[in-house]
């Protein structure tokens, strides 16, 4: 768990939820607010 966290693991599943959040929100006619949010709230992997 801790290499998981420590890798760039939990920035991609961040990327990659804003995306899927963005295009399904989209596709029935919402916006998502800010979705920046998401990636740049991420930890950032160390090393």
Request: no cysteine; glycine share 2%; hydrophobic share 40%.
């Amino acid at each position: 768990m801790e290499v998981a966290q420590k890798s760039h693991l939990p920035v991609a599943v961040a990327e990659q939820m804003r995306t899927i959040l963005t295009e399904l929100l989209e596709s029935k006619n919402f916006s998502l607010e800010n979705p920046d949010m998401i990636t740049s709230t991420a930890p950032k992997a160390s090393g």
